[in-house]
T-cell receptor, first 112, second 109 residues
Framework: DTGVSQDPRHKITKRGQNVTFRCDPI?????LYWYRQTLGQGPEFLTY????????KSRLLSDRFSAERPKGSFSTLEIQRTEQGDSAMYLC??????????FGDGTRLSIL | DAKTTQPPSMDCAEGRAANLPCNHS???????VYWYRQIHSQGPQYIIH???NNETNEMASLIITEDRKSSTLILPHATLRDTAVYYC??????????FGKGITLSVRP
């Protein structure tokens, strides 16, 4: 069990650029979640997949955000036309039904 | 999700038990109490969860009151590495997690 893996760990980009993050869940975990965490706050839910189906999206997930999980394994989160307010830690978690969510160490995004 | 209330911070001496309280008076019958902790620059780490009964694992014990309106996370022998933000969350077994601000535990030498 290698844990949830996220890549990259850090991303620095200029405002207006597009960025994409990747999450590899724990093997055989069919549920995958994305959260966002800003400084001094707890993580906030963004979206959730069961296998390849995106079943829930938060109002925080604006039109500039899109998440995919095409084969029900890894997932990507893309942010288009980044803004200063997108600076945050983006966390991924996975679980099996009725099991606790296990988190990766996140991707820290900094917008210049 | 149940609203949870935690004190903002507490400290304890290394080697002593750390008892972290959480109030969740609005928790519904099918909602679990989950505890996570987060060390700086890392993702949240799952600690333990329970529904009605007290639970114990290799990391901690969870004591849930009979009326389920509050619970206590117990770290039996705190070490410096247990210094972290601890989150108490009340939610369904297959639901998203709603994090509050948590309680910052400082373990002093």
């Amino acid at each position: 069990d290698t844990g949830v893996s996220q890549d990259p760990r850090h991303k620095i980009t200029k405002r207006g650029q597009n960025v994409t993050f990747r999450c590899d869940p724990i093997s055989e975990h069919n549920r995958l979640y994305w959260y966002r965490q800003t400084l001094g706050q707890g993580p906030e839910f963004l979206t959730y997949f069961q296998n390849e189906a995106q079943l829930e999206k938060s109002r925080l997930l604006s039109d500039r955000f899109s998440a995919e999980r095409p084969k029900g394994s890894f997932s990507t989160l893309e942010i288009q036309r980044t803004e200063q307010g997108d600076s945050a830690m983006y966390l991924c978690a996975s679980n099996i039904p009725d099991g606790p969510q296990h988190f990766g160490d996140g991707t820290r995004l900094s917008i210049l | 999700d149940a609203k949870t209330t935690q004190p903002p911070s507490m400290d304890c001496a290394e080697g002593r038990a750390a008892n972290l309280p959480c109030n969740h008076s609005t928790i519904s019958g099918n909602e679990y109490v989950y505890w996570y902790r987060q060390i700086h620059s890392q993702g949240p780490q799952y600690i333990i969860h329970g529904l009605k009964n007290n639970e114990t694992n290799e990391m901690a014990s969870l004591i849930i009151t009979e009326d389920r309106k509050s619970s206590t996370l117990i770290l039996p022998h705190a070490t410096l590495r247990d210094t972290a933000v601890y989150y108490c969350i009340g939610t369904g077994a297959n639901s998203k997690l709603t994090f509050g601000k948590g309680i910052t535990l400082s373990v002093r030498p």
